[in-house]
Structures are given as structure tokens and as C-alpha cells.
Nanobody, 121 residues
Framework: QVQLIESGGGLVQAGGSLRLSCAAS????????VAWFRQAPGLGREFVAR???????YYTDSVKGRFTISRDNAKKAVYLQMNSLKPEDTAVYYC???????????????WGQGTQVTVSS
């Protein structure tokens, strides 16, 4: 069983930066794929980025070149550095972990409670 807690969300102006953190406890964190998803009001949960157990990363097209996902297995943490933020990045951001590394919501077993990111224009 893995518990995930996100932090680092907040209000930022367009063009600004935020760094989200996902802290894990329990389970064998280093063997899991970890992803960030986001959900804007009235919309479904959208894949943002993922990192597998080797450190290989994958991003959705809309954040490539702006967001960077990384992990520190010793600290049981995953980070999402978000630069050049846009109003359309506004959403609740969720950290998720699972054994299957994909962009599909249902493949992730463990989820955090989410952290709000609001980008003003």
C-alpha cells in the first residue's frame, strides 16, 4: 500500500513557475511508475507526465518543453517543475503510482488528494 501526498500548488501569474512535490510512504516506491494528472472544472482527468522506475519520462504535448518530471527514490518523492505557466494549466494536479507505466488513468492504483494550481492571465 502506497500513500501519496501532493504539495506545492498555488496561485501564479501567467509565465510564472511552480514546483509540485509528491511524497510517498509505504510500499516499494522505487519500483512504481509515477505520473501527474490534472483535472480542470467540468473536465475529465488528463495525463500530464510520467516517469518510470528507470527515470525515463514522457509528457503530453501541451506541456513539453515547459514541464519537467523527476524523482528521488531515496526520498520517495516525485516532482513536477512547471515553467512558463499558462491560464489553461489551471487545474487540480494529482500524483498517481502504479505498476503499469502508461497515460491511462485506470492503470494507476494509488492516488494523492490533489493540489490546486491556478494561473492568472
Amino acid at each position: 500500500q502506497v500513500q501519496l501526498i501532493e504539495s506545492g500548488g498555488g496561485l501564479v501569474q501567467a509565465g510564472g513557475s511552480l514546483r509540485l512535490s509528491c511524497a510517498a510512504s509505504g510500499g516499494t516506491f522505487s519500483s512504481y511508475c509515477v505520473a501527474w494528472f490534472r483535472q480542470a472544472p467540468g473536465l475529465g482527468r488528463e495525463f500530464v507526465a510520467r516517469i518510470d522506475w528507470t527515470g525515463r519520462t514522457y509528457y503530453t504535448d501541451s506541456v513539453k518543453g515547459r514541464f519537467t518530471i523527476s524523482r528521488d527514490n531515496a526520498k520517495k518523492a516525485v516532482y513536477l517543475q512547471m515553467n512558463s505557466l499558462k491560464p489553461e494549466d489551471t487545474a487540480v494536479y494529482y500524483c498517481a503510482a502504479g505498476s503499469i507505466c502508461s497515460s491511462v488513468v485506470n492503470n494507476y492504483v494509488y492516488w494523492g488528494q490533489g493540489t490546486q494550481v491556478t494561473v492568472s492571465s
